[in-house]
């Protein structure tokens, strides 16, 4: 079964130009999140998708983050216009259980490095 | 917001030690999770422990949940070089989907 992959690995843009990341979760998982890592710092929460909602968006840094979930499948996130501190890896995730669960594993994406030059 | 302190920040070690890092929180998690993170990989889980003083082994890793909830601590005995990699210790609230990270261990592992 294949697991969460991500698209682009990597990606270098300039300053103020326009990014879009995307994620396909494992196939059959109604949770997705977005995290992301900038470097050496913990990897830090921006979102939740319960298929296509957003149950939680309370990490997502500012309005020039855009994270859709359109049909409730794969997941993509804008960033724009980039800036600086936008740079840092980040890391899509999807889970099976629902609420209620003890404990809903997520399972990890390899990750988008993104640097905003 | 919730926060985690890892440590230590990296170990350099010789194969065949043990290791051990440890997370403290000043907030209360229900679940406290262990991840690995090897290089151009994303993170995987190693060990959840689900109620406070629970100690849970996985192979040669070891972990507990403090008994205030609020810490924990990772244990790998016996190193090898495919120990190598960054250690995330990670909570959760209820319900379990929000998870707040740490900053990560670098471990090193000399053979």
């Known amino acids: 079964e294949a697991g969460v992959t991500q698209f682009p690995s990597h990606s270098v843009i300039e300053k103020g130009q326009t990014v879009t990341l995307r994620c396909d979760p494992i196939?059959?998982?109604?949770?997705l999140y977005w995290y992301r890592r900038v470097m050496g710092k913990e990897i830090k929460f921006l979102l939740h998708?319960?298929?296509?909602?957003?149950?939680?968006e309370s990490g997502m840094p500012n309005n020039r983050f855009l994270a859709e979930r359109t049909g409730g499948t794969y997941s993509t996130l804008k960033v724009q216009p980039a800036e600086l501190e936008d740079s840092g890896v980040y890391f899509c995730a999807s889970s099976q259980a629902g609420r209620g669960s003890l404990y809903n594993e997520q399972f990890f994406g390899p990750g988008t490095r993104l640097t905003v030059l | 917001g919730q926060q985690l302190n890892q440590s230590p920040q990296s170990m350099f070690i010789q194969e065949g030690e043990d290791v051990s890092m440890n997370c403290t929180s000043s907030?209360?998690?229900?679940?406290w999770l262990w991840y690995k993170q090897d290089p151009g990989e994303g993170p995987v889980l190693l060990i959840a422990?689900?109620?406070?003083?629970e100690l849970t082994s996985n192979g040669r890793l070891t972990a507990q949940f403090g008994i205030t909830r609020k810490d924990s601590f990772l244990n790998i005995s016996a190193s090898i070089p495919s120990d190598v990699g960054i250690y995330f210790c990670a909570g959760q609230l209820s319900g379990g989907f929000k998870t707040i990270f740490g900053a990560g261990t670098r471990l090193f592992v000399k053979a």
């Open positions: 196939s059959g998982h109604d949770n």
């Open positions: 422990l689900y109620k406070a003083g």
């Open positions: 998708f319960v298929k296509e909602s957003k149950q939680d």
């Open positions: 907030s209360i998690f229900n679940t």
